[in-house]
């Protein structure tokens, strides 16, 4: 090995051409999934208080926003429903017509092409706002499965490409595997939410989602932040129970849960860069603290360093233009 001054790192990194040639690391834009949060009813456009630039819409809206999408070169969107009921059992999440089985329709019709992916767990459907059956103030795992495997089904049916169960149920891959296959959905991936952090990065999305739990937390199902070996437990059952590809939740605070699960495992991974990330680079933004071109785009080359394949941002429309 050569050392100075035969070695010169820095004449790799003269010219803008020379840089370009040795970039380990490109984001593109086909590597991006952009939210959507859809509300019940007509004519709404609100926009999320602690997400400036990020509205719900109702469903008549819907074709619009995803021509935009489809106009930028996104190929792919993940859904999030605002029901107008919420119940103990989180039923609005499986009806036929509910929030985004109706959603997947409208949009499947405004743009064929584009990726419909649907977030599926019970939380914004929820009268208490958790993940699943609440009995005896515990998150039943077994009863919530049921009704995780219904929703997708749903989703399914109506239209969905891609299915990604976020809930952090214990066997919510295989019984969702299960169902669709039963159904004649055996074509229908699985992107599972699959080593997801009990995170306070999730603040902004809760407000966008009217999915704050009414009492407790969620820790007793999503992983503590401290941990990264059983976050490869998590992926490694998602896995085996079938999911197709496996994401890691939040991003930016698990660049190393992400390189540690490329490192390991060979199905697509997936990072999701969250609301909280998404409110701390707007809000610093607004107030001229920061560049946010800048820091978008080394935010998500960083993520794309770390291992991850597939980046769901609330940046997409914004990094599209940019990249
Ligand atoms: C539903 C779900 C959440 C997020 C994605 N799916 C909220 C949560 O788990 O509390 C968070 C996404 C974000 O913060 O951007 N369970």
């Not at 914004?124 to 009995?135: D, F, Q, R």
């Amino acid at each position: 090995m050569s050392e100075f001054p035969k070695l010169r790192l820095r004449r790799l990194r003269r010219s803008e051409a020379l840089r370009a040639l040795v970039q380990e690391t490109k984001v593109d834009v086909g590597d991006l999934i952009c939210p959507l949060f859809v509300v019940e009813g007509n004519k709404i456009k609100q926009e999320i208080s602690s997400m400036p630039g990020l509205y719900r819409l109702s469903n008549d809206l819907l074709p619009k926003e995803v021509e935009e999408i489809a106009r930028l070169g996104i190929s792919a969107i993940i859904l999030f429903g605002i029901p107008r009921k919420k119940d103990e059992a989180g039923s609005s999440a499986y009806q036929p017509k509910g929030v985004i089985q109706q959603a997947i329709r409208t949009i499947k019709k405004t743009a064929p092409d584009l990726l419909v992916i649907t977030d599926v767990c019970l939380c914004e459907y929820t009268s208490h706002g958790h993940c699943g059956v609440v009995v005896d103030g515990y998150v039943d795992n077994d009863k919530t499965l049921e009704l995780l495997a219904k929703t997708a089904l749903s989703h399914a049916q109506a239209g969905a490409d891609v299915i990604a169960p976020s809930d952090m149920m214990d066997g919510r891959v295989k019984a969702i595997r299960q169902t669709l296959d039963g159904n004649g959905f055996q074509h229908i991936p699985i992107l599972a939410y699959a080593a997801k952090y009990a995170s306070h990065f999730y603040g902004p999305f809760r407000e966008a989602a009217e999915s704050a739990p009414q009492f407790g937390d969620r820790r007793s199902y999503q992983m503590d932040p401290s941990n990264w070996r059983e976050a490869m437990r998590e992926i490694e059952q998602d896995i085996v129970e079938g999911a197709d590809i496996v994401m890691v939740k939040p991003a930016l605070p698990c660049l190393d849960v992400i390189r540690k699960a490329r490192d390991t495992f060979n199905h697509p991974l997936a990072a999701y860069s969250v609301s909280g990330e998404y409110a701390m680079v707007k809000a610093a933004a607004q107030q001229g603290w920061l560049d946010e071109k800048g820091i978008v785009l080394e935010m998500l080359t960083a993520i794309k360093r770390a291992g991850a394949d597939i980046i769901i941002t609330y940046y997409a429309k914004e990094a599209a233009r940019w990249l």
